[in-house]
């Protein structure tokens, strides 16, 4: 895994990354959680092919994907609500398949947060401690503690239905957390709230989770929560996982065309190799009227297709043709979008090919900013392009 994570960080720089390597990490020995080449089918469905994972004691993790590639189904397995159909999950060195249903370390918060709607608030986070055979003053006081936790201990009293979204989202976690279990499983956790409390909602969970310190995956298919919310992420596709990092790693450095357009935004280019070194690769395309130029080298023959990836934010926009013989092309402002903090401008170049340039709002308003129809330059540097073989 840290082989993986390193690989992927040191990708653009240090040279050469095989075209078609596994990005499917090997289970290592130090996870706290192995899945290990775990497959579901449902009959003809397979749901998850055969999917390596480790992740680390205290980790929040995010299994990041659209919907139907598999997330919840993996996460259910992981909760013991599925069997598996291949494959081996661990918890802390334990294979989960051998232990009983009541002894499982494992807590799952469920998207609805299946809060029972006659009981309140503290009654609703004691009942899985009662079950247990918890009563008197520890129930009285657990309850209590994880109530606090997450600032609702003023609310014992109430019934789900006299809570906001987000305050019934703080019960659930408080219900999954009084438990202490090994492992907390989220699966979509933001997706009752709206949009402006669930960012809020998202660090006040990051919060409480660090000072738990339990080990959590969760699963989203908002890629800005994963990354908010993530120390890793693994981005799942048709029941794999098609690539695995840090947040700041996959976004950089996609590996593939998918998680370079799944993450975020990008500006494609496609071509062919002209000239391939260690440490840089030039590739043309007729999409442009110069050839790119790369910072980093890649394995392949001369001539093989590849596409390069440009993130909006690292593209300038020129009134004066620049200079390099490389990475610009020419064309016209087709549309401006005001987005508040950022503006994008999509400019068509020469070509048809329409570039998207993210522009900080502070910077357009100091220069003499292009509008719509003007005939401007594009341009970004070696370092902006990443060369996507898959
Ligand atoms: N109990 C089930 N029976 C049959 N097919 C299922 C079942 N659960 C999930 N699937 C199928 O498995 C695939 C993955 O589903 P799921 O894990 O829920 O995806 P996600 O959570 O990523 O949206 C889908 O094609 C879904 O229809
Ligand atoms: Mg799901």
Redesign the pocket.
């Known amino acids: 895994m840290s082989e993986q994570s390193s690989a992927l960080k040191a990708a653009p720089n240090s040279g050469r990354r095989e075209p078609g390597s596994s990005p499917t990490a090997q289970a290592t020995d130090d996870g706290f959680v192995r899945i290990v080449d775990v497959v579901k089918k449902?009959?003809e469905?397979t749901?998850v092919r055969g999917v390596n994972l480790s992740v680390k004691k205290g980790e929040l993790f995010a299994l990041l994907?659209s919907?139907?590639?598999?997330?919840?189904?993996?996460l259910r397995m992981l909760a013991g609500l599925e069997t598996v159909t291949e494959g081996q999950i661990l918890i802390d060195g334990e294979d989960l398949a051998k232990m009983p249903p009541y002894n499982r370390p494992v807590n799952m918060m469920f998207q609805s947060y299946a809060l029972f709607p006659h009981m309140s608030v503290e009654s609703n986070v004691a009942y899985g401690l009662k079950q247990e055979g918890v009563k008197g003053g520890e129930l009285k006081d657990r309850v209590h503690n994880a109530l606090s936790l997450v600032q609702m201990a003023q609310y014992a009293k109430r019934k789900p239905h006299q809570l906001s979204g987000g305050q019934q989202q703080r019960v659930a976690l408080a219900r999954s957390l009084v438990k202490r279990p090994k492992l907390l499983l989220l699966d979509e956790p933001m997706s009752a709230l709206d949009k402006q409390i669930r960012q809020r909602t998202q660090i006040e969970l990051v919060n409480i989770l660090d000072s738990v310190g339990v080990t959590c995956i969760m699963?989203t298919?908002d890629q800005e929560e994963a990354m908010t919310m993530a120390n890793r992420l693994a981005v799942?596709s048709e029941?794999q996982i098609v690539q695995l990092g840090t947040p700041h790693e996959v976004y950089e450095y996609p590996n593939s065309r998918f998680s370079a357009q799944f993450i975020g935004s990008t500006n494609l280019f496609d071509g062919n190799v002209v000239e391939d070194e260690p440490d840089h690769v030039f590739v043309e395309s007729t999409e442009l009227p110069v050839r790119l130029y790369v910072s980093h080298g890649i394995t392949g023959p001369l001539g093989m297709p590849v596409t390069i990836s440009v993130r909006p934010e690292r593209i300038a926009l020129t009134r004066k043709p620049p200079e390099g013989a490389y990475n610009w092309g020419r064309g016209r402002v087709t549309n401006i979008a005001y987005m508040g903090g950022y503006t994008l401008y999509h400019v068509t170049l020469d070509s048809g090919k329409v570039v998207v340039a993210n522009l900080s709002s502070l910077a357009i308003g100091e220069i003499d900013s292009p509008t719509f129809d003007d005939e401007v330059y594009v341009r970004w540097s070696a370092s902006a392009g990443v060369v996507l073989t898959s």
Not at 67 to 74: D, E, M, Q, R
């Open positions: 449902f009959g469905t749901a994907g919907s139907g590639c598999g997330k919840s189904t993996l699963v298919h799942m029941g």
